[in-house]
């Protein structure tokens, strides 16, 4: 089947190699009337770019969107919005070497199990950099909930063991990792706030199952927790259950073990997901694996490969779990029968 | 909108509330010719029936399905198998209390908010109840499985901090728990043997992503590591990539830290899982809360609730892993024009 | 796949064989709040009963529905609606005959062509049967409509080539037919009033698209008009084109050729469908076929058959017409971003 | 919603506006190693464009599709096919005069009902120029039926109330009505030939309701008969029914009032189609209407303009058709567990 759609009221559907000439998304059933310009998704692009530091690709990706539909006089029409963005440095000479080998870590094996065949430039369709597309869709997702007054934020939150805020020895690992040609794991959060309660669907399309979806979605996911997560494994039920209270007249939680998502539906309180990420498998020292003709051979593999893939990922983090967000939002309009008769008694 | 329904080749629709005469789910898109009968059914209600021991709670369901539809001479025949259990021991008069009470912990306040209303006999559509309508469909998907040569098997694996492998010491932990009317967290694993490679989708519909959804639309679960899971995120990538290697002839991995999942594609390799569910949210203890006048009040909650959610969950998680690897592995058979031009040259 | 659920907010899902233990229907995505009783229901179900007349079965149906799921206190909770009706007057001996035949005008052969088996007794699911289940929940979309001002009325409009209207000639062609052994075509006509303008969605998912879809999708089928229909191919642009003029400071069409329907979307006039009936397959005289081992044979079928389809399709009709209504009523809430701001700011 | 995605497993998503940079189509979930140029692509935009003829708009669309992705090494990898096509030709001054008012047989009033605004120029994403992407997506599909021994083939076969066959009467007709600032309806009749038995699924998603949907989503389609179509609603059942007999061992039909289909799945008789398209609405003579403000008014359409919109919309019937029938392919293949069983036992 297909598989490169997500969502349903706001949908985007995402296409590209990672060398092949552009990649692109296109958003559906956005809501019109949205402010967009092409400014709106490339900060956003900006944030998934390499910075040229330590921590990530030296591959200079100029990543700037280009808005093919769906836009008129500075608004979403309600029409899909189709963004495409060439690519432009591909050097896919560096990857003939892979050309036939399953690399460790990556989805060769299985591409060429499904598909007997792949397009081994860079990783093709499973390369990282299919990410951009669903960042400038979700910049589009950003908007909106931004007209709701809904945050969404992830940023990296450990490199490895070591906290993000402790920066010098995030570095510190980041440059000893690279010089033995190594990668580390990695942590990103993200925090929501501003989200109304009742958001969801019970039973299979559950707030958090469809988050859950939206974030193992991307490349290199391994873990996931919602609230206390895998700690509230080993919690007795009076810790972890949080108390409601009510503050200025609306009903609260005063504590968030629950990550604002309980039986499905959003509970008022901040949504916090803590994301788990495998090092970056593409890695310099030579490595055991086996090739096409089922043979075994030593790997080395070139290019240009972050060492950590949760900085660069964040975004991505933040751009799908607002993609999940605003589809449930919309679907939920439809949950209460005196609503629906107010909305379209004011025709 | 609906999100009572799961799959896409092979989907499963449920219904029911806890109180209610009934609860059932609608088998669709289940392939013709499968030996089919309620005990075959029956084998899987009965796992996930409280054993009265001190782990579960005393109520005493006969949850025996009747096969409404879509068997005929003792094969599946390719149309929706409707199945159905009544609820027969429901002591409502047990639930009166919690009628206007947001209990912690559950979706309470959010169907209020969502709905405007909710059945609050027992959790209504919420209870842990809803889950027997998800193994009755898994078992179906279950059937398929094993003519596949495909074995999926999920187990408690801690109670708390203690491994479910000291059974000793996890009684006596619920025993304390319960004593205190308190509850605790626990974990379950999973393990699919068999699974060819290639079987998921790129990009959205990655088989860990399937996965996952299907893993947190089960009530408490609030983590999910896949292989290595958040262990991955403190991992050097030379440690955490599996070396490919050719064992009698065949592709394999001699480490599983992926989990039997590389870039959304299955590699041949065990998948592994390991879920992590919150202790029981109703626990007898006075607990503070709000009521539906916006009111704070103390609530105590009556009535028979497991301490440990995990040992009935764990056919529960067998289920849902195994309703996305059927759905996968069908929808998997159209990915190569070589071998739909085969099948069709076969008719 | 699937194929037996139909909708994508407000969803119904029908199972259920003619000759089964019991069919019924999951009505998924329900908004909460509406007043709703089994006797709505029913009101339903009776329309679609044979009236012991001329024109219909002598099967006995005392098709009565019961409510097992998403209702509570009166009122539909937003939970699925499972509903059911018990098949009672069976008489499966009459159709042993059939079991290895391919009847004429039937989908036997596809069946076993497909399935490589079917549920033989009284065309197991795909006798006119399994739209029982459709009626009971069209009739749930039929209470929310009628809360929106929206009424949808189907019904019999010719019998052959002589117009409903002369009744008594329909009752003589009606006999003769019957007498003859033979069934005869039919022609229902329906008709929506009070639709604002603006629904549906544009390209794929039209108004009109979905409503086709779910007409085409009741059995015996062969030709839709939407509004003019297939005489609009003979005519002018001059002549089709219906002006737009204001009445009462309402955007109105002068003529209604577009049946209420341009580019996909609804323009505020009345809908007008005119669908076309074949002949009763089942007829009583002796016919050439083929059986499943290849073999021409010739073939009575015996049993209790509507000579004429449309009388007692013209529920379904306006059930399948409400189903889809609904759902784009509830989707195109979605539309504006200001209506999402204004929805969201009233919580 | 969305409403710009067709197709389950096999699936296109299409986007752009008439007047806007581009437009493309996104062809996802099509089968891994069938031979693909963009050379194949164009053979269908060709017939989509207007000759130049009396028949067609004076429009000079140099429409040649450029692949971005999931073609490599002249072969499909099973990845998203993303095609493009620039709009080079605009004009945009000729629409400047229907910006704010509603014409006659256009969607303009229901977009401006719907979201409140729209793009005016040449239609916008309701213009007729969007089914250039379906072409596109569709002749993917022709590529895959035309591997499995299938043929679609669609032409007009009427303008207004003369056949095609007399094609000096037609040009005559057009002549006439273009001379007179008038438009003409048409007819496209579509066949298929080679298609298994038993393709389609009971129920809901009937091979004749998906087709049904697919044409009715072409714009300006007002009526749709299969086989007989509304003929049959005059017949007997005895004249009706098809009988089947055997045919070099082939179990066939003698006649094909079904037009192939029954009970919602292929028979393996040719699928006939009958399209009814309306006049086109943009005529040059003055009409009545109503603009933005509600104020009456005249309009008089400039621009360019097919009087007919048979001849050049029945490579889009061909091309919609074509999708149905390979998603319908494609879901088929696990109809039978033993035909599963046999796919993965050949891994």
């Not at 629950?258 to 310099?284: C, E, Q």
Request: proline fraction near 4%.
């Amino acid at each position: 089947m297909a598989g490169s759609t997500f969502g349903t009221l706001f949908r985007i559907t995402t296409w590209g190699e990672s060398h092949g000439p552009a990649l692109g998304v296109v958003v559906d059933g956005c809501p019109a009337g949205i402010p967009l310009s092409e400014e709106d998704i490339n900060v956003y692009m900006e944030r998934r770019r390499p910075n040229g530091g330590n921590m990530s690709t030296a591959r200079n990706e100029a990543d700037r969107i280009e808005i093919l539909s769906g836009v008129f006089e500075g608004r979403t029409t309600g029409t899909p919005i189709s963004m495409m963005l060439r690519n432009t440095d591909q050097r896919s000479h560096d990857y003939s070497n892979i050309k036939d080998a399953y690399r460790p870590g990556h989805a060769d094996f299985g591409y060429d199990s499904k598909y007997g065949m792949r397009d081994y430039r860079g990783g093709g369709r499973s390369s990282a950099r299919e990410t951009a597309a669903r960042v400038a869709g979700g910049a589009v997702a950003m908007k909106l909930l931004s007209m709701l007054g809904i945050s969404v934020t992830a940023e990296l939150s450990a490199v490895g063991d070591i906290s993000a805020s402790e920066m010098e020895k995030c570095e510190d690992l980041v440059s000893s990792v690279r010089n033995e040609q190594d990668s580390i794991g990695s942590t990103v959060t993200c925090k929501v706030t501003g989200m109304p309660a009742g958001i969801g669907q019970p039973v299979f399309d559950k707030l958090d199952a469809d988050l859950a979806k939206a974030i193992f979605s991307i490349g290199a996911v391994k873990g996931l927790d919602i609230g206390a997560g895998h700690s509230a494994a080993v919690m007795r039920g009076s810790e972890n259950n949080d108390p409601f209270r009510v503050r200025d007249g609306k009903v609260v939680t005063t504590t968030n073990n629950a990550g604002g998502i309980l039986g499905g539906l959003s509970n008022g309180s901040d949504i916090d997901l803590t994301v788990y990420f495998k090092p970056t498998p593409s890695i310099a020292r030579p490595q055991q694996t086996v090739n096409k003709d089922h043979e075994e051979i030593d790997l080395e593999i070139r290019g240009r490969h972050d060492p950590v893939i949760g900085r660069r990922a964040a975004v991505v983090v933040e751009c799908m779990t607002a993609l999940v967000l605003v589809d449930a939002l919309l679907i939920n309009m439809s949950s209460r029968a005196d609503k629906i008769v107010d909305f379209y008694s004011c025709l």
